[in-house]
C-alpha cells in the first residue's frame, strides 16, 4: 500500500507559499497589445517594483471570465480586479449606463473631467454599494464601421443590423431605425463575418485590436466631433483592498495614479491610429460632419437621455450632474 505523506512534510511543502507575496488576480477581455491591458500590466509592474509583497496576476483575452460576466464575481470579491466598460453592468446598476451615453462627452480631456467631478463622485458612491471601487479612470472615443454603406447622420442606419455597446446607444440606434444586436466588442468579429452584424460602434482600440478592418467596408473614426465615449476604469473589489497593508495600499494607489496618465495619453494616440490602420487596410473612411452630430444628440435627448431617466433612479440628477460639466 501507498504510504501518505507525514502532515509535518505537507506543511514544510506549503509554508513557502502561505509566505509569498499577496497574489490579485485582473481579470479582462483585451488582447495583450491593447490600452486596456497595457494600463493593467504597467499597474502590475509598478506594484512589483515596489517590492511590497503584492504581485498582480492578469488574465487577459477572457481567460477567467467571460467579458460581460466580470463586475458580478468582482463584487462577490471572487475576482479582485478588472479593466471593464462600466456599462456592461448596466443591468445590475442602471446608473452605469450613462457612462456611455451619447453626445455626452465632447472628448477625451473632458471624460477625465467628468470622472473627476460631482458626477464622477455620484458613480463610485453606487459602486461602493455593491464593494468596488475604482482604481483608473479612463474614457475612450470611438466610432462606427460598417458593411451597408458609410454611417454619419441617423438616417444611415435606417435597416442597419448594428452592435452598439451600451443599452443608451442602442435606445438612440433603435430610434433612427436600425435593428439592435447585443454582444461584447470580442464577439464584433465573427458576427461580422458570418453576416449577424451589418455594422458596429465600438472603441477606436477594439477596432484595431479586434482587427475589425478585415471586415468593414466604411470606418467613421472618432474626431473632432466623436459621439461615442465609453467609460472603462480600472476597477477593484474594495473589501479586497482595505485588507491590504497601508504599504501594498500606497504602492497600487501611486500605480493607479501613473497608469491614469499613460491611459489618457494613449488614448489620443489610439484615436490616430485606428484611422491610419483602417486606410492603410484599404476601408473607406468617412467623417462625422458638426450636423451630423447635432442630428444624432438630438435624437439621443428624445430616446436614451429619455429613457435614461425615466428608468433610473435620480436619472435626472445624475444626468443633469453629467450635463454641467464642462
Known sequence: MKKSMPLAAVAVMLAPLAAGAETLRLSHQWAEGDVRHQVAQMVADEVAAADVDLEIQIFPNQTLFKAREQYTPLSR?????TVLPLSYAGGQQPAYNLTLMPGLVRNLEHGDRLSKS?????IREVMAEDDVMVLVDGYLAGGFGSNKGCITAPEDVQGVTIRAAGKSFEEMLAGAGASIAS??????????QTGVLDAANTSSESFVSYRLYEQLKCYTP????ALW???????????????????????????????EAYYLAEGKKGDDLARETFR?????IA?????????????AKETA?????????NGQELLDKALAVE
Open 77 to 81: 470579491g471572487q475576482l479582485d480586479m
Open 118 to 122: 460631482e458626477f464622477g463622485d455620484a
Open 183 to 192: 454582444m461584447a466588442s470580442s464577439e464584433i468579429y465573427p458576427a461580422l
Open 222 to 225: 472618432a474626431g473632432d466631433t
Open 229 to 259: 465615449f465609453m467609460y472603462q476604469p480600472m476597477i477593484m473589489n474594495k473589501t479586497t483592498f482595505e485588507e491590504l497593508t497601508e504599504e501594498q495600499q500606497a504602492a497600487l494607489m501611486a500605480a493607479a495614479e501613473k497608469a
Open 280 to 284: 492603410e487596410a484599404g476601408v473607406e
Open 287 to 299: 467623417e462625422m460632419t458638426e450636423e451630423d452630430f447635432n442630428a444624432w444628440r438630438e435624437l
Open 305 to 313: 437621455f429619455k429613457v435614461f431617466v425615466e428608468e433610473t433612479p
